[in-house]
């Protein structure tokens, strides 16, 4: 540490190949050795760009050993679930618990919300700040808002008994619980047309 002098010690097996070498200045977060990192830690020791691009890079890397090529969009929507969640550090001024675990969209909007209350007052609020969470496969799929996308992943009879006691309500919005229960998937050109559209039922009486 360039600031104050500190030094600290890793221990590494002498087995192990180094990646530094006298003399290199280390960033926070480098590795030092080779071998797989575990995304936790570049997510604590890092942001969350680094840990996303990792997680990119290394799903790309055995794909490209079996001579495969897949564009990086499709590794990115699933990673991007994987860190769709954070938990609320501090509430701030907002309505947020601390330690509480929701969307990153929701997170944003309590904020956005709590900034336009204090333009319209005129009053100094305190925003709320979160810290980003990686989770696995299995449990992003499960924990979604919707009860039937979650229910047809993993764990149905768990997913829909907890839904029942707690009276929940899915709201519909992504593709999969649409195309469980037999509703237009609102994705395409014409999804907003046809979503305004109304119906009415026709009778033919010859």
Known sequence: DNENGDSKTYPIP???PLK???GDVIEKG????????????VLRTRDVAAVHDYLIQEVQRVYRQQGVDINDRHIEVIVRQMMKKVRVETAGDTELLPGTVLDLLEFEAAN????????ATGLEMEPATCSPMLMGITKASL????FLSAASFQ????????????????PLHGL???VIIGKLIPAGSGVNMYSESSYEEVVDLD
């Open 155 to 170: 764990e149905t009879t768990r997913v829909l008994t907890e839904a029942a006691i707690k009276g929940k309500v899915d």
């Open 176 to 178: 999969k619980e649409n």
């Open 112 to 119: 956005e919300e709590l900034a336009a209350k204090s333009q």
């Open 30 to 41: 480098k590795e030092l050795t080779e071998g797989p990192l575990n995304p936790h830690d």
């Open 143 to 146: 924990a979604t808002d919707s």
């Open 20 to 22: 530094v070498a006298d």
């Open 14 to 16: 002498s087995n192990v």
